[in-house]
Nanobody
Framework: VQLQASGGGLVQAGGSLRLSCAAS????????MGWYRQAPGKERESVAM???????NLRESVRGRFAISTDSAKNTLYLEMNNLKPEDTAVYYC?????????WGQGTQVTVSS
């Protein structure tokens, strides 16, 4: 399984971005997928997770602004980010766990200017 993240960029505070994570292989069965982020000098943190059963967990600081979804027909995971804030600036990584194995995408930079 390989994960390819895209969609990052530079946006002003209050703006929106949609991250995509294209997956090779049949990763959308009995899985847990999501997004992590890592800001400079900080530890990587979970942002949003979704299971194949449809359960969603969002980091408290992004609730009401971010949404996670999947399109199994396109083998793609999404992170819709609205009302972005400077503190959302980080490298965002897509993640998948299936049958005890973990997979990571290469990361995409999101920069929010004030």
């Amino acid at each position: 399984v390989q994960l390819q993240a895209s969609g990052g960029g530079l946006v002003q505070a209050g703006g929106s971005l949609r991250l995509s994570c294209a997956a090779s292989g049949n990763i959308f069965v009995r899985n847990r997928m999501g997004w992590y982020r890592q800001a400079p000098g900080k530890e990587r943190e979970s942002v949003a997770m979704i299971t194949s059963g449809g359960s969603i967990n969002l980091r408290e600081s992004v609730r009401g602004r971010f949404a996670i979804s999947t399109d199994s027909a396109k083998n793609t995971l999404y992170l819709e980010m609205n009302n972005l804030k400077p503190e959302d600036t980080a490298v965002y990584y897509c993640y998948a766990r299936q049958l005890g194995l973990e997979y990571w995408g290469q990361g995409t930079q999101v920069t929010v200017s004030s």
